[in-house]
């Protein structure tokens, strides 16, 4: 069974940077798939940060791509998310999750979720 | 950005009534198209993808349609635990969400 677990701090100050990584098991990253983060502000409805494939490419959400940065540690089986110069808009939670290839080799449908963290940006 | 809306924003309905929920894409997406349900305090769960496929263990009365810029999702046959928000999101472009659908008891 794939299970995906996010981890990384609750409460991040103000212009800095949100760190988090998602840790996979019962699937090795490796062996295909891509690996998003999606984060879902209180409230309000989901927004896709970014994708990253088992070989190590990455996109991203063109109105996040300044401040984002996602990599991958196959050796740990676990990919990462950070987030800089951080503000309230990005409080959320956020969510980790494995993604079909879509038929042009874009990142798909996300078949399997983390459960999702809370961050909080404050000071 | 390929800009996903759905209708209504709400349905109400009675446990064992159909419910048809809407998505609209601002551009075709052809069949790149998938569907969640998200319960309170829960991850989004995959329904459909290929704007029609069953995503593994979906029950029979969850069902997807269309292509290209118009898509439906139907629950034939409501049960007491379909009672959710759901979105719809493509990906054939970077991926975007839908803003929900909150189907609740009528």
């Known amino acids: 069974q794939v299970q995906l677990q996010e981890s990384g701090p609750g409460l991040v100050k103000p212009s800095e940077t949100l760190s988090l990584t998602c840790a996979v098991s019962?699937?090795?990253?490796?062996?295909?798939?891509?690996w998003g983060w999606i984060r879902q502000p209180p409230g309000k409805g989901l927004e896709w940060i970014g994708s990253?494939?088992?070989?190590?490419?990455?996109y991203y959400n063109p109105s996040l791509k300044s401040r984002v940065t996602i990599s991958v540690d196959t050796s740990k089986n676990q990919f990462s998310l950070k987030l800089s110069s951080v503000t309230a808009a990005d409080t959320a939670v956020y969510y980790c999750?494995?993604?079909?290839?879509?038929?042009?080799?874009?990142?798909?449908?996300?078949?399997?979720w983390g459960q999702g963290t809370m961050v909080t940006v404050s000071s | 950005e390929i800009v996903m809306t759905q209708s209504p924003a709400t349905l109400s309905v009675s446990p064992g009534e159909r419910a048809t929920l809407s998505c609209r894409a601002s551009q075709s997406v052809s069949s790149n198209l998938a569907w969640y349900q998200q319960k309170p305090g829960q991850a989004p769960r995959l329904l459909i993808y290929g704007a029609s496929t069953r995503a593994t263990g979906i029950p029979a009365r969850f069902s997807g349609s269309g292509s290209g810029t118009e898509f439906t999702l139907t629950i034939s046959s409501l049960q007491s635990e379909d009672f959710a928000v759901y979105y719809c999101q493509q990906y054939n472009n970077w991926p975007t969400f839908g803003p929900g659908t909150k189907v609740d008891i009528k």
């Open positions: 990253i494939y088992h070989s190590g490419s990455t």
């Open positions: 999750a494995r993604a079909h290839i879509a038929a042009a080799g874009t990142s798909g449908a996300f078949d399997i």
């Open positions: 019962g699937y090795s990253i490796s062996s295909g798939y891509y």
